[in-house]
């Protein structure tokens, strides 16, 4: 019986250990005082952009950023403690939960990781402030786009250029 309590707590650190794996950014909140209604919410925000949102044990979570060499997010892990991975965009859970918290008033960002690193609520809330990644590729098509725009309208400026030139002097022949 304790060896099978035991390889279910070793096989949930794990699938905590390939989230994190996986997650290109880790937010860490005190979820403390929310409603169940706030709760729903919020997951319903991070499902819209592909963010997972759990509540992790302490202990799990602890285990897990020993097992992949992350130090100083022990504080992070204690008290009420509900996670965010990010996968796709390491700019959304912070964005979603920096909004979140300031909305909401009752909770408080604790940490997070990004690149295996620890992070304070202070980098995370400088990382919500940064672009997602659909933000940065629409700027960078724009840019891309922009010389070839500007080139077309020199190009079509020409011709047009040429028949004003050309009614000018119809017109100065005529009159």
């Known amino acids: 019986m304790k060896e099978a309590k035991l390889q279910l707590k070793q096989a949930a650190v794990a699938d905590v250990v390939d989230k994190m794996k996986r997650a290109q950014s880790v937010v860490v909140l005190d979820y403390r005082g929310l409603t169940v209604a706030e709760v729903s919410d919020l997951r319903s925000k991070f499902r819209e952009v592909g963010v997972e949102y759990k509540v992790i044990k302490n202990n799990m979570l602890k285990r897990a950023a020993e ?28 964005k979603i939960l920096c909004k979140f918290v300031k909305d909401a008033k009752k909770t408080e ?35 891309l786009n922009a ?24 017109d100065q022949k005529q009159g």
């Open 147 to 170: 010389p070839i725009t500007n080139f077309a309208m020199a190009l079509s400026a020409i011709p047009r250029g040429l028949a004003c030139a050309l009614k000018a002097v119809v």
């Open 67 to 94: 097992e992949l060499n992350i130090e100083g997010v022990d504080d992070y892990f204690k008290g009420p403690t509900a996670v965010a991975f990010g996968y796709e965009d390491p700019v959304a859970p912070a």
């Open 109 to 143: 960002i604790k940490g997070g990781i990004l690149d295996g690193k620890a992070m304070g609520a202070d980098e995370i809330q400088n990382l919500s402030k940064l672009p997602s990644k659909d933000e940065l590729i629409a700027k960078m098509l724009g840019s």
